[in-house]
């Protein structure tokens, strides 16, 4: 993992856009079954969001920026390990 990556955890999502929004932070993972693992860069933008259900990566979604904080692309891997990757326009926009 990055060294200037930060974590945090959280209970769930809202919504259906990327990047996720994560919602109900929580300080610590001790006896929780399932999580959103979160890493963030040095600007405060998610690159990596792990759901984690006993102890295993079940999915996770890696997002990489334009220089803007525009969400530039999206690898989506899902419980099968199969990857999905999504790319934007400077707009935001799916291309």
């Not at 993992?1 to 919602?23: A, C, D, Q």
């Not at 997002?63 to 934007?88: C, H, R, W």
Request: overall charge negative; glycine content about 6%; aromatic content about 12%.
């Amino acid at each position: 993992m990055n060294e200037k990556w930060h974590t945090r955890y959280f209970i769930s999502y809202s919504g259906v856009k990327l990047p996720l929004n994560l919602v109900n932070p929580i300080e610590s993972i001790d006896n929780r079954n399932t999580f959103f693992r979160a890493h963030y860069d040095a600007n405060e933008r998610m690159v990596l969001c792990e759901k984690v259900v006993y102890g295993e990566v079940e999915i996770s979604h890696q997002y990489q920026y334009y220089p803007d904080g525009t969400l530039k692309s999206a690898a989506i891997t899902d419980e099968e390990g199969e990857v999905q990757a999504l790319n934007f326009d400077t707009t935001g926009q799916r291309i």
